[in-house]
């Protein structure tokens, strides 16, 4: 499966921002998705997944109650609402998809290019 990020952008604090992810070459309903996030001179993190074949999400401490993960399976495109952004929630982002769960860096099956969020205080 091909992914391809987009959505990013400049938004000031408190604002809202919808992420996409479009697949293509297969369907979204063969893996487990999620969100990643790499902040200027830190690690690559995992913010945000969901397994909807499982029923399960996973949300960062930080984004709980803030972001949540949908899909659009006509389009085959999940996405990632952010709501109330924090300076500290910029980054590029990058989808991605995944045979395993819980989802860990380290067992990707594919990687999205990244998007990147950038808040303003």
């Known amino acids: 499966v091909q992914l391809q990020a987009f959505g990013g952008g400049l938004v000031q604090a408190g604002d809202s921002l919808t992420l996409s992810c479009a697949a293509s070459g297969r369907t979204l309903l063969n893996y487990h998705m999620g969100w990643f996030r790499q902040a200027p001179g830190k690690e690559r993190e995992l913010v945000a997944a969901r397994s909807w074949r499982r029923g399960s999400t996973y949300f960062e401490d930080s984004v709980k109650g803030r972001f949540a993960i949908s899909r659009d399976m006509a389009k085959n495109t999940m996405y990632l609402q952010m709501n109330s952004l924090k300076p500290e929630d910029a980054g590029v982002y990058y989808c991605?998809?995944?045979?395993?769960?819980?989802?860990?860096?380290?067992?990707?099956?594919?990687w999205g290019q990244g998007t990147e969020v950038t808040v303003s205080s």
């Open positions: 991605v998809a995944s045979n395993r769960w819980p989802i860990v860096k380290e067992v990707i099956t594919s």
